[in-house]
């Protein structure tokens, strides 16, 4: 079954220091892979996607994301995080079903110490 | 261009009553989807509708929960009778169509407390 791995639930970083946020997935094809963001008290905002090319991709904020295969991961990073990337963040896999819906990972809470 | 609105933001309410959140799409989006987010746990869809019609509806509890999307515009989500178990925030998302290859534009959400 289609299902993404989030290990981390929380992850504390100093403000200016770099960020990796794991994902794994499973899936029997080649995956659309997603990483959105969630606000306290707001909706989940798109930071990047991955469909095809590229394994290396480029969000918005600063965050980039690598695809890889071979460990079936898509992990996010930023090299210098700012107090306001504070948010929980949801990795996401599919298109699964026929209505090509998303599977979403339980989310990492990011918290950033000054 | 107006994001996608939900209302009301929060309700608290008695196990056994009944609840309705309501969602406004962006204009011009075909496919409206609705989440359930319990607390420490990623949005799971509980129904996706392709303009009015249902797409999938595979994880919403039919016994207890409804939607509709009249028009292919507004929709409604309702709970009736609410349980202890469907404390959670309710997502409702839109996209121009469906398919993973297009981005979903999610609302901030209705936080539904039962007691």
């Known amino acids: 079954a289609q299902s993404v791995t989030q290990p981390d639930i929380h992850i504390t970083v100093s403000e200016g220091a770099s960020l990796e946020l794991r994902c794994n997935y499973s899936y029997g094809a080649t995956p659309y892979l997603f990483w959105y963001v969630q606000s306290p008290g707001q909706g989940l905002q798109l930071l990047l996607k991955y469909f095809s090319g590229d394994t290396l991709v480029q969000g918005i904020k600063g965050f980039e994301a690598e695809f890889k295969r071979s460990q079936s991961s898509f992990n996010l990073r930023k090299p210098s995080v700012h107090w306001s990337d504070a948010a929980e963040y949801f990795c996401?896999?599919?298109?699964?079903?026929?209505?090509?819906?998303?599977?979403f990972g339980a989310g990492t809470i990011l918290r950033v110490k000054s | 261009e107006a994001g996608v609105a939900q209302s009301p933001r929060y309700k608290i309410i008695e196990k056994r009553q009944s609840v309705a959140f309501w969602c406004n799409p962006i204009s011009g989006h075909a496919t409206l989807y609705w989440y359930q987010q319990i607390l420490g746990q990623g949005p799971k869809l509980l129904i996706q509708?392709?303009?009015?019609?249902?797409?999938?509806d595979s994880q919403l509890p039919k016994d207890r929960f409804s939607a509709e999307r009249l028009k292919g515009v507004d929709s409604t989500l309702k709970i009736q009778p609410a349980k202890l178990e469907d404390s959670a925030v309710y997502l409702c998302?839109?996209?121009?169509?469906?398919?993973?290859?297009?981005?979903?534009?999610f609302g901030p959400g209705t936080r539904l407390t039962v007691t």
């Open positions: 998302a839109s996209s121009l169509d469906p398919g993973a290859t297009y981005e979903q534009y």
């Open positions: 996401a896999v599919g298109p699964i079903g026929g209505g090509n819906k998303l599977v």
């Open positions: 509708f392709q303009n009015n019609g249902v797409v999938d």
